[in-house]
């Protein structure tokens, strides 16, 4: 059985649109232009958070 390795999914991706916005440990964060689902906690915004 074959598995692909995280490179071929990050070139998938890249090829959609995707891409690496940053790296934390061995996970490869990526981003896509108008779609915000991941932010790194130094530009996290945390005015507009509720406590």
């Keep these: 059985?074959?598995?692909a390795s995280?490179?071929?999914h990050i070139a998938a991706?890249?090829?959609t649109g995707w891409i690496i916005n940053h790296i934390e440990g061995g996970h490869s964060i990526?981003?896509?232009e108008g779609i915000r689902l991941h932010?790194?906690?130094?530009?996290?915004d945390f005015s507009s958070s509720k406590s």
């Design 39 to 44: 932010q790194k906690k130094e530009n996290y």
């Design 1 to 3: 059985m074959f598995r």
């Design 6 to 8: 995280g490179d071929l």
């Design 30 to 32: 990526l981003m896509k």
């Design 13 to 15: 991706l890249k090829r």
